[in-house]
């Protein structure tokens, strides 16, 4: 078994225009990881010409429009703590330790075609807005920022909370506004932003340090997961309190809302499971707890580990302490896939929004682009 390696050194757009590089600088390389299939005589077919033999196989049939099944994409100088596709699915972003931004493409060489730089602390998490122009980040220097992501201009800069800033997330992704977006911070505040304004438009106080962040698509209810081992919800209307999503024994670290639907909501947990909850009106499971997966534990990093769900929601994925990412199926519960390459704790997890491909990001400061 050998591998192929090609490392990127020029920035490049899917359809080969350029594109603009922030700070005039490229760092990320990929490198696509190919097995060589083994030798099998029946299925080969030998042909000879000018004294030369080739061996023609057919491999496993292909399911993306990636360059190869799996790539192997590094540079960040510090552990990957999130990564996410935009949502054409054209280009993903990976936010560091390194307080850095690295934006790349998905197909192609995955070339490493832009840098954001202006945070002073790690990044702990990013999103991307609705229209997939734009970047919101949460940082450990206590600021959230609003990114171009085609020039790399940082568009506003909010410096309210007093502590870390754990997570992020657009506000109303169903309605398409790019403006709108909340942050959670270790300061026990939950900030509503409008880009537009210059000042957080909304304050929720929950009293103790929140860790994770999901918005309902209406824009109606955020989630929030916090050191009480609860999820809270809250009408952003009202600003007001609206369900506590209780059966978590440890520190919830990572929360995502279903795609499609809405009406799901994972989460991951220090107490080493992850629990998908059913947010329908009339949902009869008393404590909305529709199901717990295994087999993806922290460890003693207590690290932010970021679940997933896929665009049909009939997969969910986790990062885990054991630098494998897990792959469930949603309604029975079992394990699809068990995927390792990492050398450290896997991060973060993202489904591709149009294709079968999974993204993780590790602290081994690296990400794998995969087709399942």
């Not at 390194?98 to 192609?108: C, R």
């Not at 171009?148 to 997330?169: F, I, Q, W, Y």
């Not at 509503?192 to 304050?203: I, K, M, N, Q, Y």
């Not at 009202?238 to 059966?247: A, C």
């Amino acid at each position: 078994m050998s591998e192929h390696k090609r490392k990127v050194s020029t920035a490049g757009s899917v359809d080969g225009s350029e594109q603009p590089v922030p700070d005039h600088a490229v760092h990320g390389t990929a490198v696509a990881l190919v097995k060589r299939p083994k030798t099998d005589n029946s299925a080969a077919m030998v042909i000879s010409k000018n004294d030369a033999t080739a061996m023609i196989k057919a491999g496993p049939k292909r399911t993306s429009g990636m360059q190869a099944p799996i790539m192997h994409l590094t540079g960040h100088g510090g552990e990957v703590t999130t990564c996410r596709f935009s949502p054409s699915g054209k280009h993903l972003a990976s936010g560091s330790a390194d307080s850095q931004v690295f934006l790349w493409n998905t197909y192609g060489d995955c070339a490493n075609y832009g840098v954001l730089r202006g945070h002073k602390g790690g990044i702990l998490e990013l999103q991307w807005m609705p229209s997939g122009e734009r970047l919101i980040t949460a940082s450990s220097d206590g600021t959230v920022a609003m990114w171009d992501a085609t020039t790399g201009e940082r568009l506003k800069r909010g410096k309210r909370h007093t502590s870390p800033v754990n997570a992020c997330c657009p506000l109303s992704r169903g309605s398409g506004d790019d403006n709108v977006f909340v942050s959670a911070s270790d300061d026990g505040c939950l900030l509503l932003w409008d880009a537009r304004e210059r000042h957080p438009v909304a304050t929720i106080t929950h009293g103790l340090p929140l860790t994770s962040l999901a918005a309902a698509p209406t824009g109606t209810t955020i989630f929030a997961g916090s050191l009480d081992n609860c999820i809270s919800s809250w009408d952003v209307r009202t600003l007001s309190i609206v369900d506590t999503l209780r059966g978590h024994s440890g520190t919830v670290m990572g929360l995502s809302i279903s795609p499609k639907t809405g009406n799901y909501l994972l989460s991951t947990s220090l107490d080493n499971t992850v629990r998908l909850w059913d947010l329908r009106p009339y949902c009869c499971i008393s404590n909305r707890c529709e199901r717990v997966f295994t087999g993806a534990p922290h460890g003693f990093e207590r690290s932010f580990i970021r679940p997933a769900f896929d665009k049909d929601e009939s997969m969910v994925a986790s990062g885990s302490a054991d630098r494998t990412l897990t792959i469930w199926n949603m309604r029975s519960g079992e394990i699809n896939y068990k995927l390792p390459g990492h050398k450290g704790c896997v991060t973060q997890v993202d489904f591709h929004p149009l294709e079968p491909i999974v993204l993780s990001g590790s602290v081994d400061k690296s990400m794998f682009l995969g087709e399942i």
